[in-house]
């Protein structure tokens, strides 16, 4: 019989803490205007404050409910459904990276590519407007995962990917590079990807190339194919000695 009644019982608990999620959600869909791409400044229009309390003796439980929905949300292609769900679950689970980084990699990656190849939009310019606003999104995420979690690597990291990726800015990843390579539970990579980075900045090659030099420098460990590469490039812009310079 205790088999039985068992999973009932967490059935039922389960629906009775949905009941607070699901009135609040739907007090926060009023308030936003469902035509609309929010933006980064509309996160303090969507009462975060009062959502949390509304559910402070449930946060994680209902934060995970949303995320499920969140990925339901993203099945669907529902762009502005899915924003508005990691939004709360971020709200609610603000020490989770996991949340954070999702709700950029959609943004940024996902709901970007959705904006440029939508073909209900003929005007290219405004494909590019919508996409870099899902670029704006996902950095925004990022940026509020660090301030809540300063020692993760993996945020920092993911921050660096976005300004490689989708932002062109080789200066910013750098730095977010370097920042995830001195914390702990950093990739082995994250150091040299810093490294390479730099190389890509104007005025920064001399940095770039004692940076990779070093890590040449390590030993064979340290001389993937790539470094070689840009080291050998950086030595030709920077008129390294011929007996000063690597090998391949």
Known sequence: ??????????????????????????????????????????????GQLGFTAALS?????????????????????????????????TTLQPHVPLFWEMGAWHMAWNASAAAMSDASQPRAALRVKAQREYFALGKDFLERGVQNNPD?????????????????DHEHASECYAKAASLPGAHSYDRRFSAYELSYCEGRERDAYEKLRALYDEGAKGRPPTLIRRLMFLEEKLGVPPEQRVSD
């Not at 739907?26 to 205007?33: I, K």
């Not at 993760?152 to 062109?168: F, G, I, P």
């Open 57 to 89: 003796g449930f946060r994680a439980v209902v934060a995970d409910y949303l995320f499920i929905q969140a990925h339901v949300a993203w099945e669907r292609t529902e762009w502005g459904r899915l924003l508005f769900l990691f939004r709360q679950v």
């Open 152 to 168: 993760s690597a993996e945020l920092w990291e993911a921050l660096a990917r976005l300004y490689h990726d989708k932002l062109n």
């Open 1 to 46: 019989m205790n088999r039985v009644l068992f999973p009932i019982a967490l059935l039922l608990a389960f629906g009775v803490m949905k009941l607070p999620a699901e009135r609040a959600l739907a007090a926060q869909r009023r308030q936003m205007d469902a035509t609309e791409i929010a933006g980064p400044g509309l996160r303090g229009r969507v």
